[in-house]
């Protein structure tokens, strides 16, 4: 896993954190965006995630994911601090010209830390 950019634990919100246009490491062939939860309080559209990829440098951006995530604890295999995530598979390995951006919208004050990684 290459980590592409981090946004460390701390409880904040409401606001906008952007993701900039970054470089995927040649070769690369999914890029995800995680969203590390711990203790949210429970509602609707808590959280709204953005991700988009640029094959040519960042000119256009094709490829366009957006999610909206509900409060409340989730719990996977006995992990309470699941993260949740989107992303995309590539079809072709990254290039020297493949970009990814985003932006991350907290609706509340929460406890939580994000990254973008690819594998």
Known sequence: MTVLFTVP???????????PSTSVPVGLTQVMLKVNR????SGSRVVEL???????????WPMKYDSALDGGQINYKGNTDSPSAIGFGLNSPADAQTRVRGVITLNTALDCSATVDGT
Do not use: M
Request: proline share 8%; glycine share 12%; hydrophobic share 40%.
């Open 9 to 19: 634990r701390a409880v904040r919100g409401p606001l906008t954190v952007s993701i």
């Open 50 to 60: 953005s991700l988009e990829l640029s094959f040519d440098g960042g000119s256009t």
């Open 38 to 41: 711990f203790a949210w309080p």
